[in-house]
């Protein structure tokens, strides 16, 4: 009888990481189909996630005065709940998608050779049955929300749509990216006011710049691959001026998101949390070695430490202003 560790090597990709849940407790047939979704790395569905917890954190707080009940000045747990499984339905059916459209590139870089499309794990058609049931998933979630909201979140499609075959066409793919990792932060004020405003608006802007910084950091580990392969980046057309670019992106992202929070009026506690954030940023441009693939996986990950920062900040804004008359 095959092992299961015969059966581990078979069916992972070379760079999955080990020991995670969907090795043990999904049957072995189900794994490519995780590997799809990319149910085995967590880092994207939270990096799609924080934009929309922001913005609902954002929206409950703004305006917040002494006086305002508590349930009032923090986000819907309804809300979050919504957002946390949409991001993880949509950055799957994203993932399954990309690899659809880059499935002869994915099969001449090492690093991705082994997906599941390439190495034949499963066919097109398998994949797009995937594709579909992921994105059912994810409008079932959005029709949770107002009408403006659903309308919103569904143009963000043309974002997505566009976005497998920007690094064929541009060096600046990590932008389109950015648009559309970053929707959320329009979607979590739409889904409090039914409308948008300008601290939305800016809060997004914000996002899309450090989405451009920190997937800079992650393509650096393919730049070489993907200079053979004629594929496109942010890393390759900034190069040896990284850290350079990575201060005005980071940077840029902190001055809008901070200008967002003044014009919400969110209470002071929020931005501590993006003070926080921005010593954060300025570590990773320090330490960055844009020569080390495994460093920059390392702080391309760390962008995580970066969400729960400026959101832990906005939700002690919210609970500092309606307990500040208790004190």
Known sequence: MESIQSQAGRGRVADA????????????WLWPYAQLARWDRPIGWWLLLW????????????????????????PSPWHLLFFLIGAIAMRGAGCTYNDLADVNIDA??????????????????????????????????LVQFNLF?????????????????????????????????SWGALMGWAAHYGSL????????????????????????????????????????LFGDNTK???????????????????????PLPAFAGLVAAGVHMAQQIRTIDIDNP??????????????????AGLLAGGLWA??????
């Open 17 to 28: 990481p080990s020991g995670h849940w969907v090795y043990r407790a999904l049957p072995a």
């Open 51 to 74: 934009p929309c917890w922001w913005s609902a954190a954002l929206a409950a707080s703004a305006h917040a005065a002494p006086d305002t009940p508590l349930w009032s000045a923090l």
């Open 108 to 141: 001449s870089v090492e690093r991705t050779r082994s997906r599941p499309l390439p190495s034949r794990q499963v066919t097109r058609r398998q994949a797009w049955g995937f594709l579909v049931l992921q994105a059912l998933a994810g409008l079932a979630v």
């Open 149 to 181: 909201a659903i309308v919103l979140g569904i143009a963000s499609l043309a974002v997505v749509a566009v976005y497998p075959f920007m690094k064929r066409i541009t060096d600046w793919p990590q932008f389109v990216l950015g648009l559309a990792f």
């Open 197 to 236: 405003d300008w601290p939305p608006i800016l809060l997004y802007a914000g996002s899309i710049l450090w989405v451009i910084g920190y997937d800079t950091i992650y393509a650096h580990q393919d730049k070489e691959d993907d200079a053979l392969v004629g594929v496109r980046s942010t890393a390759r």
């Open 244 to 266: 350079i670019w990575l201060v005005g992106l980071y940077g840029g992202a902190l001055v809008l998101i901070a200008v967002a929070f003044m014009l919400a009026r969110v």
């Open 294 to 311: 495994d460093q920059c996986l390392k702080l391309f990950k760390s962008n995580s430490i970066v969400g729960w920062l400026i959101f």
């Open 322 to 327: 309606s307990l500040a008359p208790l004190v």
